[in-house]
Each structure stands twice: as structure tokens, then as C-alpha cells.
T-cell receptor, first 114, second 114 residues
Framework: GENVEQHPSTLSVQEGDSAVIKCTYSDSASNYFPWYKQELGKGPQLIIDIRSNVGEKKDQRIAVTLNKTAKHFSLHITETQPEDSAVYFCAAPPYGNQGGKLIFGQGTELSVKP | ETGVTQTPRHLVMGMTNKKSLKCEQHLGHNAMYWYKQSAKKPLELMFVYNFKEQTENNSVPSRFSPECPNSSHLFLHLHTLQPEDSALYLC?????????????FGQGTRLTVV
């Protein structure tokens, strides 16, 4: 079955710096990779996703890259702000499973210091 | 707001109590899910429902009993829980069976078993 590994577990950056979170997956047939942001006391919020037919996707300060050959994908946050502080989760649905049946990474706690 | 509403937000119950968690989605989705989020662990899928029918039980103990009366509502009935069942219980929904469908989460119910 699918296995998702996420690194680092904690990340601290200065406001304005970039942050990068990396995930690897095991099921080569997975073709959809969402990222979720979870703030304290709230549920995970979908912030960006990427399909396997593209290598990169951007949405303002957030970008995700995918390397299918190496089976890894990354979240890039540029010009970080204190409100970016949260726990970020990568995920993948194993091939043949619906999008809500997700295998999650362990999470990265991002702290942006003003 | 993601369109997925969970109640209550917080619940404290004794090991001999019976309580229920409720989830309602206003997105017109056909699939609903229960996830468990414990400290220091990745989100764990518990149950999957498609068009009101349970399609997956991820080896969840019988003291957790889900119910899905229609595609918009999902319940998790709890009885004789253990302290280790204390966690954040998250409900999610998605459009259906396609892998690329987006999953949206509720805010969760923070459960404490005493």
C-alpha cells in the first residue's frame, strides 16, 4: 500500500524567508497530491494540490513541485509571514482510491518568526 | 469555512458514557469519511462511506460505531471508550469515487475520555 514520508518534522524560518517541505511516496500509480494546512484548534485546510501530469503548480506565494520518477513532491512557501505558522501535511490517495481516502505524511510544524 | 460542519467542537466523556459526534456537509458530495488525529501521529482513516454505504472500516474497534443516514450527514457513536481514544476526530467529504476529487475537512471534535 501507499506510504508517505514527510520531512522535516519542524521548521523555523525568519519572516520573509522561504520554507520548503518535502514528501516521498511509495505507490508509483498515485496521481494526485494535495497539501493541507492545519492551524491550532482547526481542521486541515486544503491549500494546493498537484496532478501527476504537471511538474509544478503555483498559487501566489505557494508552489508545489512533483518528481514522478523519484516519487517525491515538495511544498515551497516564499516570502513567509507569521500567519503561515501552522502544521502542514502532504497526502496521497493510493491508486484506485477516491480522493478523500488519503494517506498522510507525519506533518511539518512551521514556525515563522517576525 | 469549508462547508463541512462538526459538532460538538469539544467533548469530555467518561469511559461508561455513550455519546455521538455529528458531521454535516453542504457541498453536495457523495462520500464522507472519519479520521482520527492523535498527538505525534499522522491522520488515520477510520471509515469511508459512499452514497450512504460503508465501503471501508480500517480495523476500528467496535466501540466506535458510524452511521450515515444520507449523503449529507455522518455520525460517530461512541460507547465504553478508553483514555487512549482521546484525540481530534475529523470528518471529511469528497465528490465521490475519482482519485482526483478534492477532500474537505471539518474543524474536528476534540474528544477527551476520562
Amino acid at each position: 500500500g501507499e506510504n508517505v514520508e514527510q520531512h522535516p518534522s519542524t521548521l523555523s524560518v525568519q519572516e520573509g524567508d522561504s520554507a520548503v517541505i518535502k514528501c516521498t511516496y511509495s505507490d508509483s500509480a498515485s496521481n494526485y497530491f494535495p497539501w493541507y494546512k492545519q492551524e491550532l484548534g482547526k481542521g486541515p485546510q486544503l491549500i494546493i494540490d498537484i496532478r501527476s501530469n504537471v511538474g509544478e503548480k503555483k498559487d501566489q506565494r505557494i508552489a508545489v513541485t512533483l518528481n514522478k520518477t523519484a516519487k517525491h513532491f515538495s511544498l515551497h512557501i516564499t516570502e513567509t509571514q507569521p500567519e503561515d505558522s501552522a502544521v502542514y501535511f502532504c497526502a496521497a490517495p493510493p491508486y484506485g482510491n477516491q480522493g478523500g481516502k488519503l494517506i498522510f505524511g507525519q506533518g511539518t510544524e512551521l514556525s515563522v518568526k517576525p | 469555512e469549508t462547508g463541512v460542519t462538526q459538532t460538538p467542537r469539544h467533548l469530555v466523556m467518561g469511559m461508561t458514557n455513550k455519546k455521538s459526534l455529528k458531521c454535516e456537509q453542504h457541498l453536495g458530495h457523495n462520500a464522507m469519511y472519519w479520521y482520527k488525529q492523535s498527538a505525534k501521529k499522522p491522520l488515520e482513516l477510520m471509515f469511508v462511506y459512499n452514497f450512504k454505504e460503508q465501503t471501508e472500516n480500517n480495523s476500528v474497534p467496535s466501540r466506535f460505531s458510524p452511521e450515515c443516514p444520507n449523503s449529507s450527514h455522518l455520525f460517530l457513536h461512541l460507547h465504553t471508550l478508553q483514555p487512549e481514544d482521546s484525540a481530534l476526530y475529523l470528518c471529511a467529504s469528497s465528490q465521490g469515487a475519482r482519485q482526483e476529487t478534492l477532500a474537505f475537512f471539518g474543524q474536528g471534535t476534540r474528544l477527551t475520555v476520562v
